[in-house]
């Protein structure tokens, strides 16, 4: 495999947000219950927390040392990594020590999807969608290149929503995998090209994963990319 990626690749799994203890919330960062902070309605502050916690408690898990162990460090092409830096690509690092974790987690209407690997500064990108919400008029013209609108239209109407949230997924997990977020025009995102695209996604691999897979109810796109031509920051 890629940039020390496991032969398995990353390891994925999906989980309930309401089912996530709010208690552990004082493991989190500093920085991260500053973010919380800045999120005034209650249910979505509290499916943040929740995601935070269940990505520490999984990384922990997967280096096997206690959550606490672990201080965030976040990596943004631009600002580069620090404890501090709330945005970019997530991951951890030992307080102290040399081992850490590259992660990706994704909400969608109270469930989260996270995939990881056992090292830091590692590029990875997961997302999950709901289908149910992606069949919005005008997402088409600006989610969707000209090509991906013409393989689009070859479908039956029934399979379409389906297809856009797929798409829409694989778009947003590139997105998460090169650092950029959506200020990169989502249109432009190669949701297909399985690794042939040129500039930064080149030799990324992006897999559609099906909700049974995750144990996800129905309903449900999630992607994964990763690899590619630099494993690092
Ligand atoms: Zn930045």
Sequence with gaps: MVNGASAAGPIVRAFDLAAV???????????????????????TRREFLAGRIAQRLAAAELLGCEPAALETAYVCPDCGSGPDLAHGRPGYRLRGGAGGVSLSLSRSSGWAVM????????????????????????????????????????????????????AWARKEALAKHSGQGLRTDPATIPAFSDGAADGPWAGVVVRSMGPGELGLPDGFAVALAHGGRSGGL
Excluded: K, Y
């Design 21 to 43: 203890g709010q208690d552990l919330a004082p493991l989190l960062d500093p920085a991260e219950h500053g973010r919380a902070n800045t999120i005034a309605d209650t249910a």
């Design 115 to 166: 995939a990881m690997l056992p090292a830091h500064g590692l590029r990875l990108g997961v997302d999950i969608q709901h289908i149910a919400s992606v069949g919005f008029p005008g997402f088409d013209g600006v989610a969707l290149s000209p090509a991906e609108q013409r393989r689009l239209g070859g479908l039956p109407p029934a399979l379409r929503d389906a297809w856009r949230a797929d």
